[in-house]
Nanobody, 124 residues
């Protein structure tokens, strides 16, 4: 059974940093893209960043230059380093795995495995 577990969320002041981690279990995702998305109540789930099987990363415009995604293929984990956080970054953050091997997309509907989410709150 596939399971994704996020950790590392919390409360931080504007300008601060947080590091989110996501551990996948149940199978290897070494040939699958993984991504981070976020959602606030009443809004659609938003693409934050994604990384493909070879380590190439893509970022949403609002986080580019502040966030960094990394993955450890051997440990089946993906991490998100968030720096210079802003109040508008407040959301529930989800990690996810793409549904097709050797495919990449920013579209959340292409991702089939999801974690339970972790809350990130940035105070002003």
């Amino acid at each position: 059974q596939v399971r994704l577990v996020e950790s590392g969320g919390g409360l931080v002041q504007a300008g601060g940093s947080l590091r989110l981690s996501c551990a996948a279990s149940g199978r290897s995702f070494s040939t699958y893209s993984m991504g981070w998305f976020r959602q606030v109540p009443g809004k659609e789930r938003e693409f934050v960043t994604g990384i493909n099987w070879s380590g190439e990363a893509n970022y949403g415009d609002s986080v580019n230059g502040r966030f960094t995604i990394t993955r450890d293929i051997t440990k089946n984990t993906v991490s998100l380093q968030m720096n210079n956080l802003k109040p508008e970054d407040t959301a529930v953050y989800y990690c996810a795995v793409h549904g097709r091997s050797f495919y990449y997309s920013n579209d959340p509907t292409s991702y089939v495995y999801w974690g339970q989410g972790t809350q990130v709150t940035v105070s002003s």
